[in-house]
């Protein structure tokens, strides 16, 4: 087995109780997560760490970060995504401001150096007698920037195993391997994750 030495980090962006945490939660258990159907609200930030084994039998070691939504933790979002591998803008199909919110967090991206995999994802995709976003207008807005778009559930697991699949593809690219060599470079993380999978940068309720 082939394994991709360093922790690859993953920053989870998009407004809030659009289901980040439940997606980081499903990435990190896969099949045995048991969806909470409680949500609190995120504060700050945290971070986890889980592998990822592909299809032929290369282990990946994600470092993801997940952020508060709410409008007063902006400010601080840069100081998360920043010298991220890969970054995951969430929407929730069944809140139409909150895919105009991602758009927001895509253009916020190039406001700062991020040389990143964007992966745009909507989540909630089970609920579709509630869909109310316009699927044609975000096919056209990922493909006008060439950006991978995935509909998803945390909470009935459809289309995980594709997202993880499709960024260690990505990742396996040479010249997304240079830009990820050259981000541990730049980013020096001081963490000791070996004892917790969970580290909090701020007090944080895991959440929807």
Known sequence: ???????????????????????????????????????????????????????????????????????????????????????????????????????????????????????FLGNKYELTDDLVVDINEIEDYCNAHEKKHYFCSAAENINIEDILSYISRELSEPSSIDSFLSSRLQFKDTTDLSKDRYHCYNPIRFCC
């Open 1 to 119: 087995m082939a394994t991709k030495e360093g922790d690859i980090k993953i920053c989870m962006l998009g407004s809030s109780a659009v289901g980040k945490t439940c997606l980081v939660h499903r990435f990190i258990e896969r099949d045995n997560y048991n969806h909470n159907k409680k949500p609190e609200a995120t504060v700050g930030a945290s971070v986890a760490t889980f592998n990822y084994i592909d299809t032929y039998n290369n282990e990946y070691k994600y470092m993801i970060w997940d952020t508060a939504g709410q409008e007063r933790f902006s400010s601080l979002m840069p100081m998360y995504y920043r010298e991220a591998s890969i970054v995951f803008i969430v929407y929730d199909v069944t809140n139409k401001e909150s895919w105009e919110q991602a758009k927001y967090w895509y253009n916020e991206l190039y406001n700062y150096p991020v040389d990143a995999i964007v992966v």
